[in-house]
């Protein structure tokens, strides 16, 4: 008796198993299954990516306008080894190797200037690269050597 009953309810499995796949829909042609023994590279779909130009998001850093250590900066005129500046107020005629507040000059350039600006602290020595406007507005970028707001460990005894 328990094994008709093993019988019948395994019947009945097979039973309801075809009666599901009955009423499934047969997948589209281009979706057949593969065939027996036939490999079959399944990849998800990636979408393109978008390659169009696109609006830059970010915050550029603001120029800071030309100072040294004796005020602004504004040139007056500037040929090759030569510059004749507006400095604090007065005008100047500056050239390599002169000061400007404690920034020594290095070079100058039509429409630029190069200082060397001491160390402070315990910082290395900081270039100052000052470019002039065709209104003759400074502005500056300083490059330091070391970074003089570097905090280093404590010396251990």
């Keep these: 008796m328990g094994r008709i009953r093993d019988l019948a309810g ?5 039973a309801v198993a075809a009666s599901s796949l009955a009423q499934e829909t ?22 393109e990516p978008d390659r169009g130009p696109k609006a830059a998001t970010g915050q550029r850093a603001k120029p800071k306008t030309a100072t040294g250590s004796a005020g602004g900066l504004r040139a007056v005129s500037i040929s090759e080894g030569e510059a004749r500046l ?16 404690t920034d020594l000059v290095k070079s100058i350039a ?43 460990p404590l010396e251990v005894r």
């Design 10 to 14: 395994a019947a009945l499995c097979v």
């Design 26 to 47: 047969p997948p589209p042609a281009d979706e057949a299954p593969a065939a027996r023994g036939e490999v079959v590279e399944l990849k998800p779909e990636v979408p």
């Design 86 to 101: 507006l400095v604090g107020g007065s005008e100047r005629v500056v050239r390599p190797g002169d000061l400007i507040g």
């Design 110 to 152: 039509p429409g630029r200037l190069v200082l060397e600006r001491p160390a402070k602290g315990r910082g290395g020595k900081g270039l100052v690269i000052v470019t002039f406007d065709p209104q003759g507005r400074g502005s500056s970028l300083v490059v330091w050597a070391e970074d003089p707001t570097e905090r280093r």
